[in-house]
């Protein structure tokens, strides 16, 4: 019933330009900027995305933005950091000391950082926004650094992108019912109507301005990591990618180094934006040309589009990335090569080497296969499948 | 008003709960109580639910409608977590009733309209949670079965066919065994490895029949069809019967929309992958699959599959040969070549993210705000109201708050639904980020949650 009265206010909504939540996911990977070193550091590279981060929130009053870093031991907030936001908002309730009682030490910190900043006379006359995220931002990344120690490190040489990619869809789901609580729109229609939306466009190639209404989200990615550390991760990135096709969630990628798998394959299917730099140094300029339009405006402009699409899978016994294999009919797990006794590793059901292809008999073929079927539980025995079928 | 609406939400639900949970397990103890409460529709007809109002100590209602809010969101998120085999290749035939009995108007704006409407969002429904399964549709009138769109994996083929009936008014009487003879032969070529169902969305109360529909029932079984009707206007023994003995003596998948919410939920419960049943599964089998990138070419050239010049198209993984559109068969070598998008869509439901649980007021000091969106929680009231507030509706946190057990992190109700129905991850163990455990140890559980459900797969 609610919902009913809600879309009544939507459609009859007048059409001014909703503002737009940018997500970036920084991928902070020790190892990955250690060899950038040369032609982009770290604080040249973040220097670059604050300049952004202002160009994005100078496009409307309205704007929102939201940074994760992805490390490798943890997906942590930048901006905002909710931890924070709370210690302020509970200082100014009561600004007697009870506050830090919750709080852990970087509370504490918090407080020094802001009287030593001040001290330093930042620029009073900044624009209050651009102070906020910037001070944020740095203070959090020096921090999330500072607490990385070698044991973490060494650990892994991986990112955590996908649960950088659920935090900031969770923000982003936030970030939306708040929109949509002030805004009188409502956000569960607009989800729920997101599988026959999406019919929509591609049934009818003119959009009719679905996702035009309410809050804009775009996530944008600033990979540095390659990708097949990352493969023990493939089902959850993938989650994250389907969510966000599902909720008109575009993914850009700006790619520093490396090779990104599964991150071509969230631009491709989010209709996001991929961009491997060839020159890391030129980072600001490819920031604002390629990546700082919003939906909005991006149907309007001839997008850099990554044609070739890698669209290979891990598999789940190596975590190796492959383009051939071997695929449960049960559960559709995928294997480099066929598991050992023929038992399917994660649901465990007995698998036999069927006859893929199913072409009129190739008579070595039949062979091998009445060889398999007797002992059965030496099928795995033989590495390579059977062989090529003939022509 | 509103909170009566409310309330057969909740009932419906619940219903739907039942569904999902339990198409699994066929066993005896639980059947007679699935039962009585698959008839649950007059339940909340005879429950008072302003009796289910209490005031507030503020002497308003809000509190107690928010609570029942929330409980409403949380049943319709507490569904059986445990990692099922299902049938992901399916093969499904969609029946419609397009009999004279569907022009009845106790659905809006008819039922013939709407079972027209919904089936156009099972389609695209069903092929966002099955990729690579094949649908077809049929539609049962004049004592006829008529094709209305055949097998196939193309959503927008169905949807234009579905949506060229509206112009088709309902008419004469249905007949049920027509339609299954029809839907037999349709999945009479469908490989042993997929699962093979028949939907029917039947309106009348009557079938008019050429034969014998007992014999059409034990071909059904020995062709290991599986039969799920969803009725419009009141329960039908034969339905009943049809629906038990093609599923194991499981007649939970018959099922009769209350209203027009219900036979959604209905509906698409449908397109949530099967259980499959040990005893009635076929030869499984090792596919070999290929998972080719797409390239684009300067120059066009042929494509293996249809002889067109294109400029773009996949290369098969084997042989590298070009085909234009995926999935497919290489033309060539015969390796299935397929998008790895298309098989990881359904991994969730292989690997379902378990339920998370309520947090007591004693253990939610520990969080001051959600984790993953950093809304503030309720602050922790004083030792002696801990248990003072009555107890609410079955899996609602009294503290707001909720805990993943892996993790031990605390979320807020809105993250819950959002990381259970859309995302399927959980921020906390996906981020590393483990409460309570020195750092050393947090990469961890990451990497080990995935290795963790296979060990609890049920491998029965």
């Not at chain 1, 309205?62 to 924070?84: D, I, M, R």
């Not at chain 1, 929109?179 to 009188?184: E, M, N, S, T």
């Not at chain 1, 700082?292 to 149907?299: F, H, K």
């Not at chain 2, 259970?420 to 991850?425: F, G, I, Q």
Request: with cysteine; hydrophobic share 35%.
């Amino acid at each position: 019933m609610n919902a009913v009265d809600a879309t009544e206010h939507y459609e009859a909504r007048a059409d001014d330009p909703s503002p737009s939540l940018l997500t970036i996911i920084l991928d902070t990977n020790p190892h990955a900027w250690a060899t950038l070193e040369d032609s982009l550091p770290l604080a040249t590279a973040v220097a670059n995305l604050l300049v952004f981060i202002d160009a994005h929130l100078a496009c409307n009053y309205a704007n929102e933005v939201a940074v994760v870093a992805s490390h490798t031991h943890k997906a942590a907030w930048l901006y905002p950091s909710h931890e924070q936001q709370q210690q302020q908002e509970q200082q100014q309730q009561q600004p007697h000391q009870n506050a830090p009682k919750h709080i852990r030490t970087d509370g504490d910190g918090d407080v020094a950082m802001k009287g030593e900043t001040q001290g330093k006379a930042q620029p009073v006359n900044k624009y209050r926004p651009f102070r906020l995220v910037e001070e944020q931002v740095t203070r959090n990344l020096r921090h999330l650094l500072e607490s990385t120690d070698l044991a973490d490190v060494k650990a892994s040489s991986s990112t955590m992108m996908a649960g950088a990619l659920t935090l900031a869809l969770s923000h982003i789901n936030r970030r939306g019912i708040a929109w949509a609580d002030a805004h009188g729109g409502d956000l569960d229609t607009a989800q729920e109507g997101a599988s026959s939306t999406r019919l929509k466009d591609s049934a009818t190639s003119t959009s009719t301005s679905s996702t035009g209404e309410g809050l804009q989200s775009r996530i944008l990615v600033l990979s540095v990591s390659s990708s097949t550390d990352s493969a023990h991760q493939y089902i959850p990135i993938m989650n994250a990618i389907f969510a966000c096709q599902r909720l008109h969630i575009p993914i850009d990628i700006c790619k520093l180094r490396g090779d990104a798998v599964f991150l071509q394959q969230a631009a491709d299917a989010t209709r996001g934006i991929y961009m491997a730099l060839a020159h890391p140094s030129g980072l600001l300029q490819y920031l604002l040309m390629a990546f700082l339009p919003d939906q909005r405006s991006r149907r309007h402009l001839v997008l850099p589009t990554r044609v070739d699409v890698d669209f290979r899978a891990a598999c789940f016994c190596h975590r190796r990335v492959v383009d051939i294999g071997f695929v449960c009919s049960i559960c559709l797990s995928i294997f480099c090569e066929p598991p050992e006794n023929g038992d399917c590793l994660t649901c465990g059901t007995r698998l036999d080497l069927a006859d893929y292809g199913t072409k009129p008999a190739v008579l070595a073929r039949k062979k091998k296969k009445k060889k398999l079927r007797p002992n059965g539980a030496a099928a795995a025995d033989t590495p390579t499948p059977v062989g090529t079928p003939g022509p | 008003m509103s909170s009566d609406e409310e309330y057969i939400g909740e009932g419906t639900g619940d219903e739907e709960d039942i569904n999902v949970g339990r198409v699994g397990r066929a066993g005896d103890a639980s059947s007679r109580s699935r039962r009585k409460k698959q008839r649950g529709g007059a339940e909340w007809e005879v429950s008072r639910t302003w009796e289910t109002l209490v005031e507030g100590a503020d002497g308003t209602i809000s509190s107690t409608v928010g609570s029942l809010l929330e409980a409403g969101k949380r049943k319709r998120l507490l569904r059986d977590t445990t990692p099922l085999q299902r049938g992901i290749i399916r093969h499904l035939i969609l029946i419609l009733d397009l009999s004279q009995s569907m022009s009845e108007k106790d659905l809006r704006p008819t039922r013939y309209l709407l079972s027209l409407r919904y089936a156009k969002e099972f389609v695209v429904e069903f092929f966002e949670q099955n990729p690579i399964s094949q649908l077809g549709v049929l539609g049962l009138r004049d004592g006829l079965a008529i094709r209305i769109s055949n097998m196939s994996g193309n959503p927008t083929e169905h949807i234009t066919a579905i949506e060229a009936l509206r112009n088709q008014d309902p008419k004469g009487l249905p007949s049920l065994q027509n339609g299954l003879e029809m839907a037999r032969g349709a999945l009479f070529h469908t490989p042993s490895h997929g699962t093979r169902e028949v939907l029917i969305i039947f309106g009348s109360l009557l079938s008019s029949d050429p034969g014998d529909i007992h014999q059409t029932i034990s071909t059904l079984i020995s062709d290991k069809i599986r039969v799920g009707i969803i009725g419009l206007a009141a329960q039908v023994a034969i339905c009943r019967e049809l629906c038990a003995k093609t599923n194991g003596g499981d007649d939970t998948v018959y099922g009769v929309a209350l209203n027009e919410q219900h036979l959604h939920e209905l509906m698409m419960d449908v397109t949530t992958p099967p259980a499959t049943f040990q005893q009635k599964q076929s030869t499984s089998s090792l596919l070999m699959m290929g998972f080719p990138s797409h390239t684009v070419e300067a120059h066009p050239s042929l494509c293996a599959c249809h002889s067109k010049p294109s400029c773009g198209g996949y290369l098969c993984s084997r042989c590298s040969s070009k085909i234009c559109s995926l999935p497919a068969e290489c033309p060539a070598c015969g390796l299935t070549l397929i998008l790895s998008t298309h098989l990881a869509r359904s991994y969730h439901h292989l690997f379902p993210l378990i339920n998370w649980v309520e947090v007591p007021w004693e253990h939610a000091s520990r969080s001051a705000s959600c984790f993953a969106c950093g809304v503030n929680f309720p602050p922790v009231p004083s030792r002696d109201q801990w248990h003072s507030a009555e107890s609410q509706a079955r899996g609602v946190s009294m503290s707001s708050r909720y805990e993943c057990t892996v993790c031990k992190n605390h979320f807020c109700i809105d993250c819950d639904l959002f990381a259970h129905e859309v995302v399927h991850n959980c921020p906390g163990c996906q981020s590393g980020t483990i409460h309570q455990i020195p750092s050393a140890e947090t990469v961890e559980p990451c990497t080990s949650k995935d290795r963790q459900y296979p060990d609890q797969m049920d491998t029965t």
